[in-house]
């Protein structure tokens, strides 16, 4: 019986996780490149769950664990979960990793806090350092009678410091022999530069595992990949994606060359572009040689309904827009959106307590309620209805009739003071005590370095209405995303509108420095800014890829488009200039 032939993204996948294997077994630190589509977490998990099998039980027994350091609250669920929460493995994100390591140095902390010359006069007003315990709860730094809090962004920034004392790092190195990085492009630049200089540079410390892909950095100012004196591998396969769709990006990324895992499956990979119109376009800060806004909103839907006709099934289809601020105008958020300018992954991916509760707890409930589904909504609600007496449903349908009405007429802080006082539902802790942390300011200003409770303070003053669209949104009741937004994910047919809504990226630039190569100290951070968000939006697809260029683009830019999609697949689309 002939043996089948196992597929070559396969192939590519354990080729990858042998060398990774190997750089385990000789105590090597190493970084895993894995591009878009290679399964980059089932290398991590995999390769923790191999050291759980070798040495967990002689790390639990030295009281030593492995350090998995992730980016969110979700990477680390998912694989904590994978590993089954093993007691030699420590799963956790940089700030409460960073915090589970420096609260045990109370004293040393005091120092450090006595030389923030930065600090100085908010420690003055609080009474001074002294003996007073340091916390980290509230996300801001203060100081009052009884004790320091540390602020959000000090706590890699301490951790930072801390490893480039020789004491602390014995210590680190102690208690975490091996170091897994997890999304290591997004990871604290501070805390990563300290891992680099007093580690992997002078060969000492921790093995560590960097896993990640630099093509992918798209949450911060560094674009390109920082110098790490580590063995590189590279995860050369694409399980997610079309052979047409991969093609386009080995041809955008040749020195990372992917293998499919089916050579013959179908899909395609298209782009269009709007030439064609001959008119007025826009020539603003932020917006330059589009088409006008309503032009470019019809092309763009003409343009749907024809790949609609042509196959694409649009319940499987996400449309991929530039930024939140051009698809909030039209989806009916737009103040969260500049709320959350910067930081979009707070509110699409429901970091932000307030964000997350709306979306997981108050809008089900209110549909279930609407819809006289009282069980959904009394299991959403977390416990039974405690309906005791007649007046206990009365009370009930009241708060529930009051919160509909505040949803349609009032505000986010109307609706959360609402909760607070009817507790149906229950505000979760992180919001109540953020709630209770702008309160206590008793309106005195809100200090600068405190921008989460910046946020919920703006974001108390918007209209409700907003919250019910933008969670049709993030629960992907709509067809449209950003391109921001979905990194990480896949979707079966993808629709990536390239246009000039936001200054931070210049497309026709973009595709014209992709062939000439001309990059220079005034273009080459814009370069990689928008190449890396080009990267991330057309690797999501697994079956059809198009893209739409609504900006008017040059014969170099066009040549690009040809080189990556093919002649053939290039179109430009007949617009009327009326």
């Known amino acids: ?79 904590a979960q994978e590993i089954e929460d093993h007691p030699a493995i420590l799963v956790d994100t940089i700030h409460a990793f960073s915090w589970a390591f420096l609260r045990q140095f109370q004293k040393a902390l005091r120092n450090f806090i006595e030389s923030m010359d930065d600090r100085r006069e908010k420690i003055e007003q609080g009474g001074g350092v002294g003996s007073k315990p340091v916390v980290y709860d509230l996300g801001f730094f203060g100081v009052d009678a009884s004790h320091i809090t540390l602020g959000h962004d000090d706590i890699p920034a301490i951790m930072a410091k801390f490893i480039s004392q020789e004491k602390f790092r014995q210590l680190f190195t102690k208690q975490f022999p091996i170091i897994f990085i997890d999304e290591y492009q997004d990871t604290d630049r501070q805390f990563m530069e300290a891992i680099t200089e007093n580690f992997l540079k002078v060969g000492n410390g921790p093995l560590i595992g960097l896993f990640g892909d630099h093509w992918q950095t798209i949450y911060r100012s560094e674009y390109e990949l920082a110098d790490y004196p580590m063995e590189e591998i590279g995860k050369g ?66 343009l749907i309904n024809r790949l609609q006709t ?89 708060d529930m009739d009051t919160l509909q009405k ?21 505000l979760p802790d992180r919001l109540l005590r953020r709630d209770e942390e702008l309160i206590a300011l008793n309106g005195d200003p809100i200090p600068e370095d405190a921008t989460a409770l910046q946020r919920y303070s703006k974001l108390r003053n918007v209209h409700y209405k907003e919250v019910s669209e933008l969670v049709k949104f993030i629960e992907r009741q709509t067809p449209f995303a950003t391109q921001h937004s979905v990194k990480g994910a896949e979707f079966e047919n993808v629709l990536v509108v390239l ?70 697949y290039v179109e430009e689309l007949a617009i009327s200039n009326q």
């Open 406 to 426: 505040l949803r349609i007429e009032g505000t986010i802080g109307e609706v959360i003071d609402h909760l607070k006082s009817a507790g149906r539902p229950l």
């Open 1 to 79: 019986m002939t043996k089948p032939v196992e597929n070559p993204a396969l192939v590519a996948a354990k080729e990858a996780q042998r060398k990774i294997d190997e750089a385990l077994d000789a105590g090597r630190s190493f970084r895993l490149e894995a591009g878009a589509g290679a399964g980059k977490t089932y290398s991590l998990v995999a390769a923790l769950k191999r050291l759980i099998t070798e040495r967990g039980q002689a790390l639990v027994q030295a009281g030593q664990k492995v350090a998995c350091i992730t980016y969110t609250e979700v990477a680390r669920n998912e694989i």
């Open 237 to 302: 396969s694409n399980f997610r994606s079309a052979p047409a769709i991969v093609n386009v990006l080995n041809k955008l990324r040749p020195e990372l060359t992917q293998a499919v895992r089916d050579p013959n499956a179908f899909g395609e990979a298209r782009f269009f572009h709007a030439n064609a119109y001959t008119g007025p376009r826009t020539d603003d800060i932020h917006s330059k040689q589009d088409l006008p806004a309503e032009l470019a909103k019809s092309t763009r839907e003409d």
């Open 499 to 568: 246009g000039g809504g936001w200054n931070h990226y210049n497309w026709p630039q973009l595709l014209e420095l992709i062939k000439s190569k001309s990059l220079t100290n005034k273009n080459i951070k814009g370069y990689y800014r928008a190449r890396n968000l080009f990267y991330v939006s057309i690797s999501r697809p697994m079956t059809r890829l198009a893209v739409l260029a609504t900006q008017s683009m040059s014969e170099t830019a066009l040549e690009t488009a040809k080189y990556l999609f093919g002649n053939d």
């Open 310 to 398: 042509e196959g694409w099934d649009l319940n499987k289809t996400k449309i991929l827009m530039l930024t939140h601020n051009v698809l909030a105008a039209e989806q009916g958020y737009p103040s969260i959106a500049k709320i959350f300018s910067g930081r979009t992954e707070l509110f699409a991916k429901k970091e932000d307590p307030a964000i997350k509760f709306f979306a997981e707890i108050v809008e089900p409930m209110c549909a279930a309620y609407n819809a006289s589904r009282y069980g959904e909504m009394f299991r959403i609600f977390g416990s039974g209805p405690a309906i005791m007496k007649h007046t206990d449903k009365i009370a009930w349908r009241e």
